[in-house]
């Protein structure tokens, strides 16, 4: 890309720094420095004001990236991610936002630990809650660097590398310093400005082809060299009976995995009742469903106007589709449009990495603290003592998540959020559905359902095509590839239910019929709610 496309883009990018460090700033000198400052934004956010910052959190790079790079590379069968991120929001409207709000504090452990054993159950809960936040961490680092490689013309891998650093020390900042507060108004501002940036483009695409879609899907098709293919399912996942599985693996995981992600979790607490958790759930229907909408018009866009060989050859996995659009509809490599559109474009990309990396950080610096280090070191952390703790683990995962996005920095994003969803849905789900449903559900079940579905889960992810066996595997030169699925949600997640029933069955604790009332009545009234 020429200087000028560098120079607008690094600046407008800066200028969101600046931006949401200045509000980091504020609210850091605004704050009491309480667990429930920390964790929940002080319980003070409107229902309007936590769906922005919900949909912020879950429109990340997979979602304006990742997904539209796969449509404009697979058609139809890349449009599936779409639809399963957006139908896994009726799970959680229905199953999960208001029960979770009457019944938690601050994180997954806080529902599970209400009836329960609380050391076991919080410490499996936590590790789990970790687990799944450092594997939504590393997609969101993989989309940064693929911007930056973009941006700098593919020349430089020490530019790449040092730009996922530089985003996991701006994701410290923003944890350590601002807690909650800050990381919701972050995302609010990063909603509005990602959406802002998908209608603009989408309008862009439905003018180039003056609203005619029959036009732009056979314009995509004819430019895939697939022909017809390209708009049928079977391109990515129907080849053989192994890939078909692996579509319904996706789709399993993609629908119930969201009900089960930490940082999506923890935003029901930052309202102040049962009834604005829900409300927040409907205003971030109708924004991500909105969006989602417009990634389907951008894939098949990039598809028709920039080409899935042009695609491929900027980033193999595609990440890159959304911002050669923009360069593109603006005019060009050499326009002063297509320059300044693309700079947009990627800073908007920028700003969308930065606020989804500083919510999951939260959830999982808090799941250290208010779960793991409560539990192993003290009976009952001092709140402020917990805090610090949770400002230094923000470090500590930080450095892990690094690490691991600088290998797997040539994965789809999108690839990647589908695996953190499987470990999700596998060992979150099940022990959650449990908890506030089944009443004869024990602490022995909660602990073998969060293990039972969390070691099957990253056990056939080592096994699978993606760590080895194939020249796209992280590890392309040695082979000890067992399972064939590259997502494992359709073995592991049936897994953690067997599990959780099993250790309910074998176990010789009788159920806590009494707690299970109590959570029942807490759950549906919401008397006792925090």
């Not at 491929?312 to 509809?329: C, E, F, K």
Request: a positive charge; hydrophobic letters at 55%.
């Amino acid at each position: 890309m020429s200087g000028h496309h560098q120079t607008l883009a690094l600046l407008l990018f800066s200028a969101f720094v600046a931006v949401t460090l200045a509000i980091t700033t504020w609210v850091s000198r605004n704050r009491h420095g309480s667990a429930e400052e920390f964790y929940a934004g002080g319980r003070l956010f409107s229902p309007m004001e936590n769906g922005f910052a919900l949909s912020g959190d879950y429109m990340s790079a997979a979602s304006f990236l990742g997904v539209t790079g796969l449509i404009a590379l697979y058609g139809y069968d890349g449009l599936l991610y779409a639809v399963g991120f957006l139908v896994a929001w009726l799970v959680v409207l229905f199953l999960v936002a208001e029960l979770v709000r009457n019944c938690g504090r601050f994180t997954l452990a806080d529902v599970v630990a209400a009836r329960m054993g609380e050391r076991p159950v919080r410490i499996a809960a936590g590790t789990s809650s970790v687990v799944v936040s450092v594997l939504y961490l590393v997609a969101q680092m993989v989309g940064a660097g693929s911007l930056v490689s973009l941006l700098l013309g593919g020349t430089s891998g020490a530019a790449r590398n040092w730009t996922v650093i530089g985003v996991g020390a701006l994701m410290v900042i923003y944890v350590s310093m601002g807690g909650m507060r800050a990381t919701t108004w972050i995302q609010i501002v990063k909603a509005v400005l990602l959406i802002g940036g998908a209608i603009t483009l989408t309008v862009l695409v439905l003018v180039r082809f003056h609203g005619d879609i029959d036009e732009l899907l056979r314009t995509a098709a004819r430019r895939s060299g697939h022909g017809t293919a390209f708009l049928a399912p079977g391109l990515k996942y129907g080849g053989d009976w192994t890939a078909r599985f692996d579509f319904m693996s996706l789709g399993l995981a993609l629908v119930l995995g969201t009900a089960g992600l930490p940082h999506i979790l923890s935003r029901f607490y930052t309202v102040p009742t049962a009834r604005a958790a829900r409300r927040s759930v409907l205003w971030s229907i109708g924004l991500i469903g909105g969006f989602y909408l417009m990634t389907i018009v951008l894939g098949f866009g990039a598809a028709a106007v920039v080409g899935p060989e042009a695609v491929r050859g900027s980033n193999a996995a595609g990440n890159t589709a959304v911002p050669l659009l923009a360069l593109d509809l603006g005019g060009g490599a050499a326009s002063t449009g297509g320059t300044v559109l693309f700079a947009i474009v990627a800073a908007i990309a920028f700003a969308t990495i930065l606020a989804v990396v500083a919510g999951v950080t939260l959830a999982s610096s808090a799941a250290v603290a208010h779960d793991l280090y409560a539990s192993l070191r003290r009976r009952h952390a001092k709140p402020r003592g917990e805090v610090a703790v949770a400002r230094g683990a923000s470090v500590g995962i930080g450095v892990i998540a690094i690490a691991l996005s600088l290998l797997a920095r040539d994965l789809n994003v999108a690839f990647l959020v589908g695996l953190a969803f499987a470990v999700a849905a596998s060992a979150n789900l099940p022990v959650l559905l449990y908890s506030l449903f089944w009443r004869s559900f024990t602490t022995r079940g909660a602990v073998w359902a969060v293990y039972g579905g969390l070691v099957p889960a990253l056990l056939l992810v080592l096994l699978s095509p993606v760590v080895s066996g194939s020249p796209e595997s992280l590890f392309p030169g040695v082979d000890f590839q067992y399972f064939p699925l590259q997502n494992p949600g359709l073995v592991s997640i049936p897994l953690g239910f067997v599990a959780g029933w099993l250790g309910t069955v074998t176990s010789a604790e009788p159920p806590d019929e009494a707690k299970h009332a109590e959570l029942e009545v807490r759950a549906l009234t919401g008397a006792g709610a925090v």
